[in-house]
């Protein structure tokens, strides 16, 4: 196995929840339970049970099964979905200005919006068709000082299906331009304890199509609600 398949490997190795992971990572790469099923010779019943964490954990063999199974079907299309993962699949800084943190599932962008108490400013019926797999706590001040453009990708961890969380902002409008100009876009924004949104950051979330929150937790309040998804 290469790195990232290693890495996909020891998650669902390791997880309290190996069936919820294999889920996650299965619909990470867009690949249904019929597909897969097909491919590892089974029954869907049997996916479905392994996901819902019916049947027993997993052992080495189903799970490195299950992973070379994604990059296979993933390859068959043309790998788009490797590529991506093997570009923000970067190490972290020592001393990091933003945060990573994936969920063991999938949760809608309005169950997101519920659990941070945020209010929503823009594109509102855009988070109910909406699943992310994480979230990113970025320093606002710091990212737009100090991250090089080769860099930005650092910030979506395995995947641009996330949440990105400014702190240290003033009127959302900093975050939302560097968010505009770059070449991918996280699904959801979420910016900090701001009273009045800047006018040109709601338009750049309607031009991107992007659901833009706001929230008066504080990042440690955050970090406590979403850790555990």
């Given amino acids: 196995m290469d790195t990232l ?30 597909e897969l099923a097909r491919y590892l010779k089974i029954s869907t019943s049997t996916i479905s049970d392994y996901e819902g964490n019916r049947r027993a954990s997993p052992g080495v ?3 490195k099964r299950f992973v070379n199974a994604l990059f296979y079907i993933d390859g068959q299309r043309g790998g788009e979905v490797i590529r991506n993962l093997e570009k923000y699949n970067q190490p972290v800084d020592k001393d990091p200005f933003y945060r990573i943190h994936d969920f063991a599932a999938p949760i809608t962008g309005t169950d ?17 068709t909406i699943k992310i797999f994480g ?24 995947t641009n299906e996330r949440a990105f969380v400014f702190d240290q902002v003033s009127t959302g409008r900093s975050p939302m331009v560097v968010i505009r ?10 910016i900090q304890n701001v009273d009045n949104m800047d006018k040109l950051a709601i338009k750049i979330a309607q031009i991107e199509h992007i659901p833009l929150l706001s929230t008066k937790l504080t990042t440690e309040e955050i970090k406590a609600r979403l850790d555990n998804m």
Avoid: C, H
């Fill in 5 to 34: 398949q290693e890495r996909i490997a020891g998650e669902v190795a390791l997880s309290e929840s190996p069936g919820s992971t294999m889920k996650k990572w299965r619909e990470l790469f867009g690949i249904s339970q019929v």
């Fill in 181 to 190: 100009v770059a070449p991918i876009k996280p699904r959801i924004v979420v």
């Fill in 61 to 63: 063999g189903i799970i």
């Fill in 112 to 128: 997101f919006a519920r659990i941070i108490d945020a209010k929503i400013i823009s594109n509102p019926n855009q988070l109910d």
């Fill in 135 to 158: 979230y990113t706590l970025i320093d606002s001040i710091r990212v737009i000082l100090e991250i090089s453009p080769s860099e930005y990708p650092k910030l979506f961890g395995t």
